[in-house]
């Protein structure tokens, strides 16, 4: 593992008001490298990646102890712009959740959000990233129609060249092909292995060949606590903890 | 007889049942609408469609009698459009505040109590208006009555207020979770996301419920009644008095001999004023179709 340091959590734990969702969690992401956290529904997944770029501020009784570093910096520290952290750390939803804008102008909100108000590098932008999404081709003649007209597969790409055009430093993505058909899949995990090469990525999933395929490093999570983190290679060839094997070979859900 | 046929006899009565209640309503509205035509058309007899709506003299009582309602045209419509004034920004900035910024704690409080100004009657809006708001204009303003528009506009806004809000409310309600933690996702600031994103997603509803509440201000006739004066004249100035189509039927009615001129004018202005409220609504429906957004994701 050479790659510099990107993000990690340092003896992390969340509550959600009495309930302790997260237990001391310790984990780095490097660089140029996916991560896919893996484990049963219910361990918390959902609630690491959001707390990596603060969307469980929004939770009411949320509380977060421990560290959670960026480039080396707390991003819970106290003169820390939430909203700066979440233009660094994008994310990209379970399911696919374009506003109900045109393709256009969904994928310029952000964009317009930082500011940029030209038309013509509004225009280049969208563009590349809806190029960087592989959707360009299947919108580029309707651009100006509701996001919500596209198939389910489509939005979500939309949706993650929407993260993209902000030009984060790293991509949550949280089982982004969960809801989709096996070719819309495909295109996705393509594409996050293309991205990879400019982004940080951590992708939740509970498909165990897709964390094979397009991971570097996997992580699994049970019941809060974080069981076991390695090479993916070695994660799905010879575990060192048989409650991992039990679960990626599917004796336990 | 089986369980099954049973089910199918009891499944076709409950059925018809509910298209015989809602056929009785639709009739008795048709009753209704009928009587108010019935009674009005003959106005005509004596005074043309045009002298009736742009005549600007209302002196009913008088012989010969004027029948143009134009002054009491223009007095529904001034009231409606200061109100809406005051009631449209005052109503949907609640709503938003209620639903986006207020603690919990606070949103408890208030919004049953923007909801008990729905449940105050309007006749005692109509006496607060006469005894606190007109003695106070009369005198800030140093004008000879305070029983005008601005009274009357007030008092409106306060009983648009709570329909307009608490439907706005709804509206913003009901702009999905996701749709906020996409825009806070990409970095954008709680009030950002609400006027860039909630807001807009909600215009549909929104617009339906400042309709709605204009349309209850319109149709509104015991605070008119109360506070706006009575003058049948177009007015000037925002401190005269003017007497709207409900104050006027209202106050007249009475006096008005059965199937006199006058009594026919005072059914002809109802007629106006159904077609006016009939405008709102349709415009109100117009806008919830044309906004509406169709389906979340598709799957
Ligand atoms: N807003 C919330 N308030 C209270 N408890 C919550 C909240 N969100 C999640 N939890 C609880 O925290 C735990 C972890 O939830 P989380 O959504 O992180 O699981 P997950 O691993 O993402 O599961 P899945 O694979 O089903 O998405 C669960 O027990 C859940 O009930
Ligand atoms: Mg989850």
């Given at each position: 593992?050479?790659?510099?340091?990107?993000?990690?959590?340092?003896?992390?734990?969340?509550?959600?008001?009495?309930?302790?969702?997260?237990?001391?969690?310790?984990?780095?992401?490097?660089?140029?490298?996916?991560?896919?956290?893996?484990?049963?529904?219910?361990?918390?997944?959902?609630?690491?990646?959001?707390?990596?770029?603060?969307?469980?501020?929004?939770?009411?009784?949320?509380?977060?102890?421990?560290?959670?570093?960026?480039?080396?910096?707390?991003?819970?520290?106290?003169?820390?712009?939430?909203?700066?952290?979440?233009?660094?750390?994008?994310?990209?939803?379970?399911?696919?959740?374009?506003?109900?804008?045109?393709?256009?102008?969904?994928?310029?909100?952000?964009?317009?959000?930082?500011?940029?108000?030209?038309?013509?590098?509004?225009?280049?932008?969208?563009?590349?990233?809806?190029?960087?999404?592989?959707?360009?081709?299947?919108?580029?003649?309707?651009?100006?129609?509701?996001?919500?007209?596209?198939?389910?597969g489509q939005q979500q790409r939309l949706c993650i060249a929407r993260a993209l055009a902000i030009e984060p430093e790293v991509v949550l993505m949280d089982e982004p092909a969960s809801a989709l058909d096996?070719?819309?899949?495909?295109?996705?995990?393509?594409?996050?292995?293309?991205?990879?090469?400019?982004?940080?990525?951590?992708?939740?999933?509970?498909?165990?060949?897709?964390?094979?395929?397009?991971?570097?490093?996997?992580?699994?999570?049970?019941?809060?606590?974080?069981?076991?983190?390695?090479?993916?290679?070695?994660?799905?060839?010879?575990?060192?903890?048989?409650?991992?094997?039990?679960?990626?070979?599917?004796?336990?859900? | 007889?089986?369980?099954?046929?049973?089910?199918?006899?009891?499944?076709?009565?409950?059925?018809?049942?509910?298209?015989?209640?809602?056929?009785?309503?639709?009739?008795?509205?048709?009753?209704?609408?009928?009587?108010?035509?019935?009674?009005?058309?003959?106005?005509?007899?004596?005074?043309?469609?045009?002298?009736?709506?742009?005549?600007?003299?209302?002196?009913?009582?008088?012989?010969?009698?004027?029948?143009?309602?134009?002054?009491?045209?223009?007095?529904?419509?001034?009231?409606?459009?200061?109100?809406?004034?005051?009631?449209?920004?005052?109503?949907?900035?609640?709503?938003?505040?209620?639903?986006?910024?207020?603690?919990?704690?606070?949103?408890?409080?208030?919004?049953?109590?923007?909801?008990?100004?729905?449940?105050?009657?309007?006749?005692?809006?109509?006496?607060?208006?006469?005894?606190?708001?007109?003695?106070?204009?009369?005198?800030?303003?140093?004008?000879?009555?305070?029983?005008?528009?601005?009274?009357?506009?007030?008092?409106?806004?306060?009983?648009?207020?709570?329909?307009?809000?608490?439907?706005?409310?709804?509206?913003?309600?009901?702009?999905?979770?996701?749709?906020?933690?996409?825009?806070?996702?990409?970095?954008?600031?709680?009030?950002?996301?609400?006027?860039?994103?909630?807001?807009?997603?909600?215009?549909?509803?929104?617009?339906?419920?400042?309709?709605?509440?204009?349309?209850?201000?319109?149709?509104?006739?015991?605070?008119?009644?109360?506070?706006?004066?009575?003058?049948?004249?177009?007015?000037?100035?925002?401190?005269?008095?003017?007497?709207?189509?409900?104050?006027?039927?209202?106050?007249?009615?009475?006096?008005?001999?059965?199937?006199?001129?006058?009594?026919?004018?005072?059914?002809?202005?109802?007629?106006?004023?159904?077609?006016?409220t009939l405008g709102f609504n349709l415009i109100a429906d117009y806008i919830s179709h044309k906004y509406k957004q169709v389906g979340t994701a598709t799957l």
């Amino acid at each position: 593992m050479s790659n510099k340091m990107k993000m990690a959590t340092k003896n992390m734990t969340f509550h959600y008001g009495a309930f302790k969702a997260l237990d001391d969690i310790t984990l780095e992401f490097r660089e140029n490298q996916v991560t896919a956290l893996i484990g049963p529904s219910g361990c918390g997944k959902s609630t690491f990646l959001r707390s990596l770029n603060r969307m469980n501020d929004i939770i009411p009784a949320a509380r977060v102890e421990g560290q959670v570093l960026l480039d080396g910096e707390d991003v819970y520290g106290p003169n820390v712009d939430v909203v700066e952290i979440r233009k660094r750390v994008g994310m990209v939803f379970q399911k696919p959740n374009p506003f109900p804008k045109t393709i256009f102008n969904d994928v310029a909100y952000g964009l317009r959000i930082k500011g940029i108000k030209n038309r013509g590098e509004l225009q280049a932008r969208v563009e590349a990233s809806l190029k960087a999404a592989a959707i360009w081709d299947e919108v580029k003649d309707r651009l100006n129609e509701s996001a919500l007209s596209l198939s389910g597969g489509q939005q979500q790409r939309l949706c993650i060249a929407r993260a993209l055009a902000i030009e984060p430093e790293v991509v949550l993505m949280d089982e982004p092909a969960s809801a989709l058909d096996p070719i819309a899949t495909q295109k996705i995990e393509e594409l996050i292995r293309e991205l990879k090469k400019s982004y940080t990525i951590i992708i939740v999933t509970h498909n165990m060949q897709q964390a094979a395929r397009i991971s570097n490093i996997t992580a699994f999570f049970y019941m809060g606590r974080l069981i076991e983190v390695d090479k993916t290679e070695t994660i799905f060839t010879k575990p060192s903890l048989k409650q991992t094997e039990d679960y990626i070979t599917g004796r336990f859900g | 007889m089986n369980r099954a046929q049973k089910r199918r006899i009891g499944e076709y009565l409950i059925e018809k049942w509910f298209l015989f209640l809602a056929t009785i309503s639709i009739i008795v509205l048709a009753l209704i609408v009928a009587f108010l035509f019935k009674e009005g058309i003959p106005i005509f007899k004596s005074v043309s469609v045009g002298d009736f709506l742009f005549g600007q003299l209302w002196y009913p009582t008088d012989e010969p009698a004027d029948f143009g309602i134009l002054p009491l045209i223009v007095g529904s419509l001034i009231v409606t459009a200061v109100s809406s004034m005051i009631a449209v920004p005052l109503g949907v900035l609640s709503a938003i505040y209620i639903s986006e910024i207020a603690r919990p704690s606070v949103k408890e409080i208030l919004k049953p109590v923007v909801e008990l100004l729905a449940a105050l009657p309007s006749v005692v809006i109509g006496f607060f208006g006469m005894v606190v708001m007109a003695p106070f204009l009369q005198k800030v303003f140093d004008i000879p009555t305070g029983l005008n528009i601005v009274n009357a506009s007030i008092m409106l806004a306060m009983m648009a207020v709570p329909t307009i809000s608490s439907l706005t409310e709804d509206a913003l309600h009901a702009v999905r979770r996701e749709l906020r933690e996409a825009s806070l996702a990409l970095g954008a600031t709680q009030w950002e996301t609400i006027s860039r994103v909630v807001v807009p997603a909600s215009l549909s509803g929104a617009c339906t419920a400042v309709i709605l509440g204009m349309s209850r201000a319109i149709g509104e006739t015991m605070v008119v009644l109360m506070v706006a004066g009575g003058a049948a004249a177009i007015p000037e100035s925002i401190f005269d008095s003017v007497r709207p189509m409900p104050a006027s039927i209202a106050a007249e009615m009475g006096e008005a001999p059965f199937r006199s001129d006058h009594y026919y004018a005072l059914f002809a202005t109802g007629i106006v004023l159904f077609f006016m409220t009939l405008g709102f609504n349709l415009i109100a429906d117009y806008i919830s179709h044309k906004y509406k957004q169709v389906g979340t994701a598709t799957l």
